[in-house]
């Protein structure tokens, strides 16, 4: 057998080693003399190009897109979150029979449940039918206005602040990314869009609690929005409009929860997906894109599902602060009945009870759930379109 050292040259290149012509050489059976088929290396995935602008055009167009499809129920989380509308809630169950107490827990939340959902059901078709069907889209106009803006302001902060962040600390890939670069972002994102936005979501809440002509005999409060503008800074100054921010920057609490739990999850089907392309055995079909897509879609309704129902009580105390009720003091002298985010917390608790602070939960998930998923879907698609990712 001859030693491997006096294998000829010729012999080295074709056993793989370096040959005289400088090209790569093909390797081959030592026993067989038949050409090994070359195993291609693993793809290194390329970092998309960055594209500032994209996150703000994805962002924008999910959040319209939402916000549309959606309405009825925002108009309906409004109305029961504030206390112009806890009569007629009072009234439905009232004309019903309480049901029988149960000494089974989960039976007695099952049924409370039950009777929420129909409550809520009940007062959305009341409106439809005394109101018409363009009541369920009162304050549209004013919610695109502020959603469009909103969404964009707030995807194109936290995408581009999470690739700012990620870069400047050294993290190249989204695997290596740790939960406290998407809080960071996020929280930059929540604070910047509240402050901008502000104005806009207090003239949407104030047309949505709006009384009809039908329903009280007298003319509307507001004819518009331009002029709900304009009465809030003649009577209660440009610190009118911001009424209910410092609750926006409490609420940054739940934009920044939903972040963190969508990239983990997103993260997690990353990984998945990842080890079903790297199996040679496995045959990668367009069935798993699929379930990638419908995977972040979930998450993305999942993660808000679950940050909203732990920090609801700030919507609560936020839609208070921004309509703004008054409350008399003798001598035909009014006063603001709410005056602050703690006295605010503090006087629903106290007169209507901790139930108050989780007035319109039902719609609201209803509402934001879906609402979620439409959105991050259309801002990971567009950002697909202008071939980059989120």
Not at 290 to 304: C, D, H, M, V
Request: glycine residues 10%; aromatic residues 8%; proline residues 6%.
């Amino acid at each position: 057998m001859t030693p491997s050292s006096t294998i000829p040259s010729s012999a080295q290149a074709h056993l793989g080693g370096p040959s005289s012509f400088g090209q790569e050489p093909i390797p081959q059976s030592r026993e067989m003399g038949e050409v090994i088929p070359k195993r291609a290396p693993a793809a290194v995935e390329e970092k998309p190009e960055a594209k500032p602008f994209a996150h703000f055009v994805a962002g924008g167009l999910g959040g319209m897109t939402a916000a549309t499809l959606t309405s009825p129920l925002d108009v309906l989380k409004t109305r029961l979150q504030s206390d112009f509308y806890q009569a007629q809630l009072q009234a439905l169950r009232a004309a019903k029979p309480a049901p029988a107490p149960s000494s089974n827990t989960l039976v007695h939340l099952t049924r409370t449940a039950g009777m929420h959902f129909s409550e809520t059901f009940q007062i959305l078709r009341s409106i439809h039918v005394h109101e018409g069907w363009r009541a369920l889209f009162k304050g549209l106009g004013p919610n695109l206005i502020g959603v469009v803006p909103a969404r964009a302001i707030n995807f194109y902060v936290y995408g581009n602040g999470k690739r700012i962040l990620s870069d400047y600390f050294g993290y190249r890939t989204a695997d290596q990314t740790p939960m406290g670069i998407h809080l960071a972002a996020a929280s930059i994102a929540g604070i910047a869009t509240g402050t901008a936005t502000n104005p806009i979501w207090l003239v949407k809440t104030r047309l949505q609690l709006d009384k009809s002509n039908a329903e009280h005999g007298k003319s509307r409060q507001y004819r518009n929005s331009l002029d709900c503008v304009k009465q809030t800074v003649r009577h209660e100054g440009i610190k009118g409009l911001y009424r209910g921010l410092s609750a926006s920057y409490l609420g940054v609490t739940e934009s920044s929860l939903q972040w963190v739990m969508y990239e983990q999850m997103k993260m997690f089907l990353a990984r998945r997906d990842a080890l079903k392309k790297s199996d040679p055995g496995y045959e990668y079909t367009s069935w798993d894109s699929a379930e990638l897509w419908g995977g972040r879609i979930s998450a993305a309704g999942l993660a808000k599902l679950v940050a909203a129902a732990i920090t609801y009580p700030h919507e609560v105390v936020r839609t208070r602060l921004r309509q703004a009720p008054t409350v008399s003091v003798g001598n035909g002298n009014v006063v603001m009945k709410y005056t602050g985010l703690a006295q605010c917390f503090k006087t629903v608790w106290k007169e209507e009870g901790m139930v108050a602070m989780y007035g319109g939960l039902t719609p609201h998930l209803l509402r934001v759930v879906p609402s979620a998923a439409i959105m991050f879907g259309m801002y990971e698609f567009i950002l697909r379109v202008f071939g980059t990712t989120s």
